[in-house]
């Protein structure tokens, strides 16, 4: 339902501001001061209207989380056993106590029943109030902040507090402390409308694809849905129209997706798919604008190798909105940029849903509070014991900012959020989550990584036991003191698989394009899982689900190892592709073919 707004006059509001049933307001989160790029502008307007998120606790995630494991374990007498939308929903569940608590404190504001939006777990609550009326709540005074280079503005706070009693019943309230600047992770430095043509003296010409079969040697300059299909070995795989198999792709920052392109691109690259049609939903108010100056960069090329790579296989695009427009001085648009939480409160609230599902956007995970990525995360990991595969792409700054050797020393940004400003390697979220596959790159034939391919070592979330082997083995071959002090060893290692990355050829306003990043990536990998869950179900089994407990027990004999190639970045060389997993290209590449056996025999 739509948000009401204050049942009481703001004044009358601001007169029932008072200690809760009389406890002391305390700190709830804070942060130093603003990220680096951001300053102080001006107070915000009092009258600015906010929409707050408020997360509380789900006491039984422990529960899911152990569900979570069985179902995903290939070895577990339970695997593929998913749970259904209501069983998720009651193990997601906050303690009544803690609703009747936070309705009271919100009553006391005069925010009534049908002035709060809950989600179907009733582990998210919305509400929408002035600033001037945030800051009572709070106990906090809110600013417009800017980006000095981007020049964007938005409305944050650098602590906020809440009385005592409800710091157990209360995990966060957002927007507050988190600057993250979400983005898309495709390259917009190498791409041209002017696409070279093809080499003529490569026509006919093959090359030694990675599953030892022949491929057209023009993929090493252009990748198209064919040469991806020749590729990773699954040339005449035909996927199936008719078995509830779907695809999702995600969309964020007002990115759309344009159909007169997606059908120029199926004119192109599969004829066979012209004229099909894709699901299209809005998500807490995106749009997908079907003007040619609309049109995404990110949402054309997730789209239209997608969906081109899997027809007849229903495709939905979700266009949620994040980061809107917004004009620190006319204040005419909310300023949220935080698309995780609605987009997961949508998808969970549906009782079906696609079973594999990209994604192509992330940030700095230090720019994220870790409350808020650890809610996140848990969301993801609800989506995995209901069935579905989440793919992110593992970011293109390599180990961070993608800078091996500045112009000037230190000529870099990879430093603690902190007073302290410590060196370090910047891991990216939500890639780090490790209730995700995310999914790094590669280039050339044969393949090596992509000198962007975003890796490394979560500073929030622990190893997974799933990863325990792969990662200690390769940590073993680091020479002793290998970037001390830089990452953290016993974080959650990424990413867990790759795909090409460069030179994708994308239909854009017309025009093809080539892009790089592992915006390319996501979309690939994910396409190819979702040929196996098609596979999974025509057989009659379930779908895979969460990827990552098959992948590191048996699911890597089925990958293309890459071996070669580093991911720089923070004034290092970043580390090294190896012999199995490593923190540049995960396990490797997929052999559809071999996966495909792989999953028909569990």
Not at 176 to 199: C, G, I
Not at 513 to 531: E, I, K, N, Q, Y
Request: proline share 7%; glycine share 8%; charged share 15%.
């Amino acid at each position: 339902m739509r948000l009401a707004l204050l049942s009481l006059p703001f004044v009358a509001a601001l007169a029932s501001a008072m200690p809760f049933w009389g406890y002391q307001q305390k700190v709830k989160e804070s942060i130093h001061g603003p990220p680096s790029g951001w300053y102080k502008h001006a107070p915000a307007p009092k009258h600015h209207m906010l929409e707050l998120k408020i997360a509380l606790p789900q006491p039984k995630f422990p529960e899911l989380e152990q569900h979570l494991r069985e179902v995903s374990d290939p070895s577990h007498a339970r695997y593929g056993a998913h749970l259904s939308k209501q069983e998720t929903e009651a193990l997601m569940a906050p303690h009544p106590e803690t609703l009747a608590v936070v309705r009271k404190w919100l009553a006391l504001y005069g925010l009534a029943e049908e002035s709060i939006t809950q989600s179907p777990a009733n582990d998210w609550v919305t509400i929408r109030v002035p600033v001037g009326l945030a800051e009572v709540m709070m106990t906090t005074d809110y600013h417009v902040y800017k980006h000095a280079q981007t020049g964007e503005s938005i409305i944050r706070t650098m602590s906020y507090s809440l009385p005592e009693i409800l710091h157990d019943h209360v995990d966060l309230i957002q927007p507050t402390t988190m600057f993250a600047r979400f983005k898309a992770f495709k390259s917009t430095l190498h791409w041209t409308n002017h696409v070279q043509p093809a080499d003529s003296s490569l026509s006919g010409s093959t090359i030694t694809g990675p599953a030892g079969n022949q491929v057209d040697a023009r993929c090493n300059n252009t990748i198209t849905v064919s040469c991806l299909r020749q590729l990773y070995n699954a040339v005449d795989y035909k996927t199936s129209a008719t078995n509830d198999n779907a695809l999702g792709i995600t969309g964020y920052l007002n990115e759309s997706t344009n159909d007169v392109d997606l059908q120029q691109f199926y004119r192109l690259q599969n004829p066979s798919a012209y004229g099909s049609n894709y699901t299209s939903l809005s998500i807490h108010g995106g749009k997908n604008n079907q003007s040619y100056e609309a049109a995404g960069l990110e949402a054309n090329l997730d789209t239209q190798f997608g969906f081109g790579l899997t027809w007849p296989t229903p495709g939905t695009f979700y266009a949620t909105r994040g980061e809107p427009p917004f004009d620190s001085d006319l204040l005419t648009e909310s300023d949220t940029n935080e698309p995780y939480s609605y987009w997961l409160e949508y998808v969970l609230s549906q009782v079906k849903i696609p079973q594999s599902i990209s994604t192509s956007y992330g940030d700095d995970e230090q720019s994220v509070p870790q409350s808020y990525a650890t809610r996140i995360c848990n969301g993801m990991a609800a989506l995995g014991a209901r069935g579905v595969s989440v793919m992110f792409s593992s970011g293109d700054g390599g180990v961070g900012d993608g800078v091996a050797n500045p112009d000037e020393p230190l000529g870099h940004q990879c430093y603690s959020n902190d007073d302290l400003k410590t060196p370090k390697f910047l891991p990216v979220f939500p890639a780090s989550c490790p209730y995700v596959t995310a999914v790094g790159g590669t280039v050339n034939i044969p393949e090596t990584a992509a000198s962007f391919s975003g890796g490394g070592f979560s500073n929030y979330f622990p190893r997974p036991s799933y990863q325990d082997d792969a990662v200690s083995a390769y940590l073993a071959t680091l020479a002793p003191g290998t970037y001390e002090g830089l990452y953290n060893s016993t974080g959650r290692a990424y990413p867990d698989v790759s795909s090409q990355a460069a030179s994708f050829s994308v239909v854009y306003q017309g025009q093809v394009t080539l892009l790089d990043g592992t915006s390319c990536a996501a979309p690939a990998f994910t396409a190819f899982v979702s040929m196996l869950n098609d596979a999974r179900l025509s057989a009659g089994k379930t779908a895979l689900g969460f990827l990552n407990p098959f992948l590191y027990s048996v699911g890597y004999t089925a990958l293309n190892d890459i071996t070669e190639g580093r991911n720089p970045g923070c004034q290092t060389e970043g580390f090294n592709a190896a012999v199995g997993w490593d923190p540049v290209t995960g396990y490797g590449t997929p052999n559809f073919q071999k996966l495909k056996d792989l999953v028909l025999a569990m």
